[in-house]
């Protein structure tokens, strides 16, 4: 049975218990938004949405109105379009006008706003806030003043990551979101993994923007500088030019990095590979020798920085091996530059990656195995977009380019490290093959893929059955991390990813991130993956001939040393 | 050693409060009730927000919503003038400017002896007898600038 | 029982607290026992008189006469002249004589005389302390009446039929609100009582509570029973110590004499009561606020639908009723819905209390039959209004109710009457408001109010009530014009008909009210003259205070 509303004179037949905004969405009729957010719960607060309900005394919102059988909707009337016009102007009277600054710019939903309904100045007298802004993270920043109180971030951090380091203070006037007590980012118990950013529509967060030192190292004659991307990357960036969420532009992306200068373009993917050797062997390792179990995956920086401060005492259930980034970074300064002959002190590596966190990572002490900072400047795939659009690069007549070799070439086990599960499922196509000495039949472990919050499969691998288990976004890791502190984890191994659909969902992507762009952008992902003819990490030529050439062997005194990192309980 | 001690006392005080409606009100009351300073600092919202298991910036978010909860240390006692339409009218602005010149304070300010913290309110529902203040849970009322002397030499 | 020659009843409200009525109380029971009088007469503590003007207060009976704004040694004198010889003190006190020096029961007083008194039935006549006042004075009688011959069904439908309407402002339909909440789904209801009292200028849950405890109890355990409620919640605002004591205690003495807990007098029905205190947010009178409240978090409002009756306390069915709604359940309940009916108008039966407050005379708490005029509540009980200063206007409803102006003293006092001329009945309060007072300056002050107030959720109460101050502040100032006015109105519309809650869609209303009574003076502003004299013009049209 539907429910028949009639909206602007069209009577149209939607699921009962729709609200009158889904109803206008089915019908074509668009109705602007601010604290809607199609992820998150209803929150009616900024009252954009209103619509006129025949009946009803009050304009009512649109976002969190019911429809009843015969409702008569109108969405546009002039008490409408007075009312959200007032409300626009409000915002805007207390809204720093500094759009030509504003990195959001363009992906602003306020500006947006203010463009479709026709609001070019407010009557209101201007009111900034003059808060202060939050410059504590080498990831994140924050700028209240620009905050319009919608309450996305809260959300985010509250319920999608089971954080909740922000949240509404204050009342009246001076509502604003915070942390406890005011304190800077830098001081709680943030993982940095820019969830609150993708949540917010305007720019009062933002990530911190590195592009001019990349400049300055591209311009420098004296460095040679070196880029590496993550795999959610190249189906991501095509969105930033216009493309379709979830088109794969791989052969773009490089010749516009080269393009841009840089003299290697190699490629995360490598070290990818790498890690599922280094890791599928560490896992074998703690399978035969009574190690810590499960073992739980570490490439995520935004999920090991949560360990650290939420489940200190859990920290050797995390794998050793450092991320792809890191291990790549610690490469790059040594193998790289040793076979190509170049100085280590002048090799510059940038990494173009889906995330906030990885600045974070980067930047950690631990990071310097290779004598130097391993990864110099991380960018996000929005400050790529930045840069290119910077350099005047027509992205629609980019013609496609390969990565360079040896650090350029990779299998599609290690593009599905972009997706949720996809990291599990290159390590078992590897631990299956190396175990059981079999070829596997089918490379699609399906029960790990897609956006269910925790999956769980178990494998037979030789003798033993292998439970594993997948998690993405930080409340859904929160569960399995419970069963792992209170020792009542099925698994064997545990793949988390911080950010919701992994990597390609993550705080560095293009806006908006939503759950319907983390679906296609994951499709994208495995679309890359069938298109390879290498699909297992084991038969990547590059990473064998590193190990005949200069690791030896997984696990080795060389990875020792390079591949693999400790933690710090933070509390 | 003294600090873990009063945190420990400070627990089994809100401790009976987690599973009971308006509870987390109840320990925010009982906490600020307990400190010398009448506020809430730091370590009590992390008390709360461990004890009753929720984030600590929402226990912060919570306070800061509520006017009888302070996040700043206040003085021995705390003058709240109600400047709500009944006592504007019968004179309330002048009750408060001249309670702000005996006290050399600024409305949310701290007299320098800290003996004094002066706020403004809404209405307290004495308004029978307006314009009124409460000094700490002490209500006057029917007041005039000439009384205000005497009450102030009430509280040492 | 001992009986005593004579009750010497004191008011213990709060509104006589701090006015002294301790140590009068004190002085009292003194002088009786210096004069060997502690077995002929008692001394009781009682509820508001509502001469809140008049006290510290007393009352001797059997005469039922009043003595007012009393001090200690007034007492010496009423205790040796009164009550040992006899004679009543003229100068204290505060009710006529007839011509042969007989006293006028205080209730042909002009103060009572207008006066109805059901809810406030018992204050000022009965010891809040003591269960057994209550009980001696037919308290209880309702609920084992119905736990007793009525089903929770024909609890409902008296109720209905008696026609008593919410008493917190929005004037809903108790007895609609009792079934909506009996027939939702869920597995523990709740009834809440919202005595988070916070609108300004209303103080009478607060006299109820502190003169009459054992009514609301009773009044919730009859709600409880006809919604089928085990569990019932008072929300009473932080600041009100005395109310939260009394409550407190009334729920002790209830429970330990079986009115409240397990198989309640005998029946199968079980209900019990816990306090709630607030933390000091106005906000929180708004039913879905208060919920979130007890919940533990920031007062805010929730979106409606869905509705309390279906979706309230942890998302179980609730029923959040005014203080003084459901002091009005008892009475109904044991006089019927007709005898209700017979009170008040048609629309809006039974009586309303209401608190008088500003330029009046007699300010206090008073009850009277809706339909009233404000004329008879202003000039007749009230007093009129002192120092021979002129009536200018009256804010009835509370600060987000409208001005009204003399031509409207005769509008009869209820829910509808009042709408329709762009005011409220709201909670019962009514602020009196002399001519030297100016227009533009008083609703600036509303405004402050709903800044201050304003939780913050909603983009157009957030923004809209610090912008609406403003541009008020530039009229007061004279730097307003007609476009300020143009804006004015449009942002009023836009807060009423687009903020989440009552209190951003109500912000606007004595603004709207003032232009539309009060345009020549608001006019003269725009030319720069401020006819009472009070906004001080040219003052830079200034920062939002704090």
Known sequence: MLTNVTINGRTIAVRPGSTILSACRQADIKVPTLCHHPDQAVKAACRICVVEVAGQRLLQPACSYPVSEGMVVNTAT??????????????????????????????????????????????????????????????????????????????????????????????????????????????????????????????????????????????????????????????????????????????????????????????????????????????????????????????????????????????????????????????????????????????????????????????????????????????????????????????????????????????GAAAIFGATGGVMEAALRTVYEVVSGKELGSLDFHAVRGMAGVKEAAIQIGDLVVNVGVAHGLANARQLMEQVANGTSPYHFIEIMCCPGGCIGGGGQPIPTTNAVREQRIRAIYSVDEAMTLRKSHQNPAVAKLYADFLKRPLGHKSHTLLHTEYVKRG | MAERQANFSHRQMILPFVDQPGGLLKALHALQNASLDHFLAPSDLKLVAEVFGVPEAKVWGTVTFYSLYSTSPRGRHIIRVCESAPCYVVGAMDILKSLGAMLNVQPGETTSDGRFTLEVASCLGVCGVAPALMVNMDVHGNLTRDKLAAILAEYA | MKYYRAHVLICSGSNCAIKGCRSVKQACEQEIIRHGLQGEVQVVDTGCLGLCDQGPALVVYPEGVMYGRLTPSDVLEIVSEHLLKGRLVHRLMQQPTGPAGEVSPLSMTPFFQKQKRVVLKNCGLIDPERIEDYVRAGGYTALATALDVMTPESVIAEITQSGLRGRGGAGFPTGRKWEYTRVAAGQQKYVICNADEGEPGTFKDRLILEGDPHLIVEGMALAGYA????????????????????????????????????????????????????????????????????????????????????KGLWGQPTSVNNVETLAN??????????????????????????????????????????????????????????????????????????????????????????????????????????????????????????????????????????????????????????????????????????????????????????????????????????PANKCVMGKAAGKIAN
């Open chain 3, 227 to 310: 919604i089928g409620a085990t569990r019932g919640i008072v929300y009473i605002r932080g600041e009100y110590e005395l109310s939260i004591h009394r409550m407190e205690q009334a729920i002790r003495q209830a429970r330990e004499n079986g009115l409240l807990g397990e198989g309640i007098l005998s029946s199968a029905f079980s209900f019990d009561l816990e306090v709630c205190a607030g933390a000091g947010a106005y906000v929180c009178g708004e039913e879905t606020a208060l919920i979130e409240s007890i919940e533990g978090n920031r007062g805010e409002p929730r979106f409606k639908p869905p509705y309390p009756v279906e």
């Open chain 1, 78 to 411: 002039p008490a409408v379009r007075e009312a959200r016009r007032t409300m626009l102007e409000l915002l805007l009277s207390n809204h720093p006008a500094d759009c030509l600054q504003c990195p959001r710019s363009f992906a602003c939903e306020l500006q947006q706003l203010a463009s479709e309904l026709n609001v070019r100045e407010t009557p209101f007298e201007s009111r900034l806030r003059q808060l202060k802004q939050d410059q504590s993270t080498v990831s994140l920043q924050r700028i209240p003043d620009k905050c319009v109180n919608c309450r996305r971030c809260v959300h985010a951090c509250l319920t999608t990551q089971g954080i909740g380091l922000l949240y509404t203070a204050g009342r009246g006037r001076d509502t604003v979101v915070q942390t406890s007590g005011n304190v800077p980012l830098h001081d709680v118990a943030c993982v940095l993994c820019g969830q609150c950013l993708q949540a917010c529509p305007v720019g009062a967060i933002t990530e911190v923007d590195e592009t001019e030192k990349v400049w300055d190292a591209l311009s420098d004659p004296a460095k040679h500088v070196v880029v590496q991307v993550a795999p959610a990357i190249r189906v991501a960036l095509g969105e930033e030019f216009g493309g379709e969420a979830g088109s794969v532009v791989t052969g773009k992306l490089v010749s516009a990095l080269r393009l841009l200068g840089f003299d290697r373009v190699f490629d995360t993917d490598f070290t990818a590979d790498l890690t599922i050797i280094e890791e599928g062997h560490e896992f074998l390792h703690r399978l035969s020798h009574g190690g810590t179990l499960p073992m739980i995956t570490s490439c995520s920086p935004g999920w090991v920085k949560f360990t650290e401060h939420n489940y200190p005492e859990e920290l050797a259930h995390l794998s050793s091996c450092k991320s792809p980034q890191q291990m790549f970074g610690a490469l790059a300064k040594t193998y790289y530059a040793e076979q190509s002959g170049i100085e280590a002190s002048s090799v510059f590596v940038v990494s173009v990656m889906p995330c906030t966190a990885k600045k974070f990572e980067a930047a950690r002490p631990e990071m310097t195995s290779s004598g130097y900072r391993d990864v110099d400047v991380v960018l996000s795939t929005r400050e790529l977009a930045r840069m290119l659009k910077q350099a005047g690069i027509d992205w629609a007549g980019v013609s496609d380019g390969e990565f360079d070799a040896p650090l350029g070439i990779s299998t």
């Open chain 3, 329 to 530: 359940v008892p009475s109904i309940i044991e006089q019927g819905a007709l005898w209700y009916r017979s009170l008040g108008t048609p629309s809006s039966p039974g009586t309303k209390v209401f608190t008088l407050t500003g330029n009046i005379v007699n300010s206090g708490l008073i009850e009277v039959p809706m339909g009233i005029t404000l004329r008879e509540v202003i000039y007749e009980i009230g007093g009129g209004i002192p120092e021979g200063k002129q009536f200018k206007m009256a804010q009835t409803g509370g600060t987000s109710g409208g001005c009204l102006a003399a031509a409207h003293l005769d509008i009869p006092m209820d829910y509808d009457s009042l709408q329709s001329h762009g005011s409220s009945l709201g909670s019962g309060a009514l602020l009196i408001m002399d001519d030297t007072h100016c227009i533009v300056d008083l609703t600036r002050c509303f405004l402050k109010f709903f800044v201050h107030e304003s939780c913050g959720q909603c983009t157009p109460c957030r923004e809209g009530a610090p912008a609406l101050y403003h541009l008020l502040g530039k009229v007061s100032a004279g730097a307003g014009g007609h476009a300020d006015i143009q804006l004015i109105n449009r942002l009023s519309r836009t807060m009423q008909s687009s903020s989440l809650c009552a209190l951003g869609q109500t912000a606007p209303v004595p603004v709207l009210s003032a232009l539309q009574h009060f345009w020549p003076e608001i006019e003269a502003h725009l030319n720069g003259r401020c």
